[in-house]
């Protein structure tokens, strides 16, 4: 398992998910910016992502959906507010309707993630901020510190390639 920890700070209205893989920061930031290696690791590996939409620049914005293994589809998207290759990104990060559009049933969480040479290889950081202690705990019982460990798991696979 490539996630080293996981730490909910309700003070700080913070999660943040530390991993490691075993290649350089630039192959590492990859596996954002391309939608197809995107998608073979975000989400947990029974509710796999299709990008439909992949602007990776600031101001860019993503749209995609996660299937369930009962075919049932969770819509998200992503806006991008910092693209700084291959050590940081940030991005808003919300739900969406069937139709892809944003939707104001849970307010959006901001993602910061940094790249760092660890040896021969790359530490990466996952900070999400939450707007209020009710929305972390809401993310938090939705499964989101669960999905996100399942997740990065996934991508020493895609970095095989």
Same mark, same amino acid.
């Given at each position: @398992? %490539?996630?080293? +920890? ?9 999660? #943040? &998910? $530390? ?46 959906? @996660? %299937?369930?293994? +009962? ?8 806006e991008? #507010? &910092? $693209?700084?290759?291959?050590d ?41 901020q ?32």
């Amino acid at each position: @398992m %490539t996630v080293l +920890d996981v730490r909910r700070d309700e003070e700080a209205l913070t999660l #943040t &998910l $530390v991993a490691e893989f075993d290649a350089p920061p630039a192959r590492v930031w990859q596996v954002w910016e391309d939608p197809r290696q995107l998608e073979r690791w975000w989400g947990p590996p029974t509710w796999p992502a299709t990008f439909d939409r992949h602007e990776f620049r600031p101001g860019g914005r993503s749209a995609y959906y @996660m %299937t369930g293994p +009962d075919g049932t589809k969770a819509h998200g998207w992503f806006e991008f #507010t &910092l $693209v700084e290759a291959p050590d940081r990104l940030e991005f808003n990060d919300g739900f969406a309707d069937q139709s892809g559009m944003p939707t104001d049933t849970i307010a959006p969480t901001h993602a910061v993630v940094t790249f760092e040479a660890a040896g021969d290889g790359t530490r990466m950081t996952v900070l999400s901020q939450f707007t209020s202690l009710d929305q972390l705990q809401q993310m938090a019982k939705m499964g989101m510190e669960e999905g996100l460990t399942l997740a990065m798991g996934q991508i020493d696979d895609v970095l095989k390639d």
